[in-house]
């Protein structure tokens, strides 16, 4: 029984010990504006944008989940009542193709760098309402695939209705 004891004493004063006073220290995340580009209409338009304020940032959401950041490059925030902000990014795009040279099935994958260009704003439509929108232009260069067909240079204009706003989210 005084074993009993002496080992639950033990115990205790080891538990007792092992437990800090010292205060945790603070975290260092902080909250940073954005401008978030939500309810993007169009065929294969970005489900959400996330456009940093303070850095060279984008984020683009294909879905809920999948997100791609980009450097912003020529950011120009001329944003007052309404929105207007422009910013390029580039983006490296893998292609994969499939053809087929004297019978034999072949397989290619190309890697481009794409310009895009963006464009966010707003305006005023006839009954003096406020309209939110998003343009994304590409800029597809020419290149050459292994089977010798020339893929011309290409421009690829994505206009759509879209919902914006302001706002602050965890860094």
Known sequence: ????????????????????????????IT??????????????????????KTKPLLIQYQ??????????LNYLDQSND???????????????????????????????????????YSVFNADNEVLDSVSITEYWPSYTRVDSIVVPAEEIEFKAAAVISSEEIYN
């Open 63 to 72: 879905n809920e989940v999948t997100a791609a950041p980009f450097e912003m």
């Open 31 to 52: 909250k940073v504006p954005v401008y978030k580009v939500v309810d993007i209409d169009g065929d294969n338009a970005p489900y959400e944008l996330q456009v940093y």
């Open 82 to 120: 309404l929105y207007s902000i422009q910013f390029s990014v580039k983006d490296s795009v893998s292609h994969i193709y499939v053809y087929e040279i004297e019978g034999v099935s072949l397989e290619e994958t190309i890697r481009l760098e794409v310009d895009k260009d963006y464009s966010i």
């Open 1 to 28: 029984m005084k074993k009993i004891l002496i080992l639950s004493l033990a115990i205790v004063a080891l538990v007792l010990a092992s437990c800090e006073s010292d205060i945790w220290p603070e975290s260092e």
